[in-house]
Every structure is written in structure tokens, then in C-alpha cells.
């Protein structure tokens, strides 16, 4: 087993020069994968090119690219960017509690047709978001009723969306057995301890994203020191969610380093063993590139 030698990343030693014993974690490569970005977004279409060959460069080995309804018979791009990078980048398709209420029985048809395809790789991402309430609640509910079977029927996992929710949430998640058969993950997990224990209780994985480098994030801090690293997911959530210290601008998929680092920092690991676990979880989960 490797030792726990987290400090070593804040340490100042180590440059040029230095005998052969000196090591600098910060140069060592990581093999990381981002299991949650939305680069067929608008915000991507002038260089996303570039955002790919930065996230190569940065040792992304694969990216999961979450496709959403956008509109009547608009899925967005996610089918078409991942069939552009094959092995590197794989779709989801869902409907985002945020949209629900707005998607009308052809497009409920369309998504049972995109996520049976070979190359879609889960469904969602699905779940409740009360803090918005951008769809009513019983309608975010019957349309995370609604992708968990489907996911079931389809045997593929669920990405799970969750914010203030987290009761109604648990109780769907259970009453649909989601831990079981191909799983899931919820998705920029950023509650407390105790909410991450109840998820890992049920089977599911929990990604977290660059909030994890928030000065306020402190009680995320301690429930990701808390999840054993076989159920541990990282994810950018591109173009969301930019982290420490890029925050203010767009995000995208390299800095998925940034967060894989604060998980090391905080669980006293490598972060090379934080990223290679956390690649490993995102390939068996999403069944990628087998
Ligand atoms: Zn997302």
C-alpha cells in the first residue's frame, strides 16, 4: 500500500536540481476522468477543439458528456461531440428537473430512443431540484420516477441531480432500488457527511465537482474525506462550477485536476491515487471503452 503522504503536495521542495530522492507530486501524471461536463454547449463552439486538446494534454483519459433536452426534439450535442472523440468522450441523454414540465410525449419518446442507443452510456442527468423550482415538484418527481425506470429497463446507470431535495430524493432513489443492478451516481454531491453515508448505503457512487475548493465548503470537505475511494467519482460539471483558482470563468474538463487534488489534500492520499481510483469507478460505473 502506498503511505498517505498528502502534505507532500503543499510542501515547497523539490525543484530542479534536487538529489534523485527529492519528489514533486505536482509533476507526476495523473490518469484522470471527468465523469460529468456539457462541452456540446454553446459556450464550447468557438474553440472547443482546444478544450479537448487541454484536457488530453492534462491527462484526461475520458470524459462523460451529459446531454440534455433543450427543446422540442433537441437533445443538444452530446451524441454528436462524443461520436467525435470515440473512446475519449461518451454520452448520456436525460431530461433535467428543471425542464421536465416542459417535455411533451414525442420528446419522452425520443429520449427512450437516444438512451437505448449502443454509445449512450446512462441516463440523465435526472433527479429534483427544489431550490429553483423551475418545474413543478410533482413534475420533477415523475420525471425522476420516470428515467429510473428507464435506466432500469435499459440497464444502464442514472446521473442524479439533486438540490434541496434531499428527503424526497432518498425515498424515490430507495422505492427504485437505483443502487442496484448497473447503479448510479449522484452527481456533484454537496451535502453533509451523514447524506453522503445515506446514498452510499443504497449502492450509489457520489461525484463531486469543483465546489470542493470553496473556501465555504468545508462540510463537503469532511464528507469527501469520508467516502471510501471506490465509490468516489470527480467531475467539472463544464461549464458550471469553475474551481478554485479559476473561479469567475467558464470551466472545462482539465481542471478536473484541480479537484482531484483538494480530495487527495483532504483524504491525506497521492493524488495520483485519487485520480486513478476515481477513473477506474467512472469506466466500471459507465461501462466506458471496454
Ligand atoms: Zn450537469
Not at 477543439?49 to 427543446?71: E, F, H, M, S, T
Not at 422540442?72 to 467525435?84: C, N, Q, R, T
Not at 424526497?168 to 447503479?183: F, M, S, Y
Request: a negative charge; proline letters at 7%; glycine letters at 10%.
Amino acid at each position: 500500500m502506498t503511505q498517505p503522504r498528502g502534505d507532500q503536495t503543499l510542501s515547497p521542495g523539490g525543484g530542479e536540481g534536487q538529489g534523485e530522492g527529492a519528489t514533486v507530486e505536482m509533476d507526476r501524471p495523473m490518469r484522470l476522468v471527468d465523469s460529468h461536463c456539457h462541452i456540446d454547449g454553446p459556450e464550447y463552439d468557438a474553440d472547443r477543439g482546444d478544450v479537448v486538446a487541454r484536457a488530453k494534454a492534462g491527462g484526461l483519459a475520458k470524459a462523460v458528456i451529459v446531454g440534455l433536452w433543450r427543446g422540442p426534439g433537441d437533445f443538444g450535442w452530446a451524441l454528436e461531440v462524443a461520436a467525435a472523440e470515440p473512446g475519449w468522450a461518451f454520452p448520456t441523454v436525460g431530461v433535467h428537473p428543471h425542464d421536465c414540465a416542459r417535455v411533451g410525449a414525442d420528446d419522452w419518446a425520443l429520449l427512450e430512443a437516444l438512451a437505448a442507443r449502443p454509445d449512450v452510456v446512462a441516463v440523465g442527468e435526472t433527479g429534483l431540484d427544489y431550490h429553483y423550482d423551475h418545474s413543478p415538484r410533482p413534475a420533477q418527481r415523475a420525471s425522476f420516477e420516470r428515467q429510473l425506470d428507464l435506466a432500469r429497463r435499459l440497464g444502464k446507470p442514472v446521473t442524479v441531480h439533486l438540490r434541496e431535495a434531499q428527503q424526497d430524493c432518498l425515498a424515490i432513489l430507495t422505492a427504485a432500488r437505483a443502487g442496484e443492478g448497473p447503479g448510479g451516481v449522484v452527481h456533484c454531491f454537496s451535502g453533509i457527511r451523514a447524506e453522503a453515508e445515506a446514498y452510499l448505503a443504497l449502492g450509489l457512487h457520489l461525484s463531486i465537482a469543483g465546489i470542493v475548493t470553496f473556501k465555504t465548503a468545508g462540510a463537503l470537505r469532511e464528507a469527501a474525506a469520508a467516502v471510501p475511494l471506490d465509490r468516489l467519482l470527480v467531475e467539472t460539471d463544464s461549464p458550471f462550477l469553475t474551481p478554485v483558482p479559476h473561479r469567475g470563468k467558464r470551466n472545462e474538463p482539465a481542471h478536473v485536476a484541480l479537484v482531484v487534488r483538494e480530495i487527495a489534500r483532504v483524504k491525506r492520499l497521492p493524488p495520483e491515487e485519487v485520480a486513478a481510483a476515481t477513473a477506474a469507478n467512472a469506466e466500471r460505473l459507465f461501462r466506458l471503452g471496454a
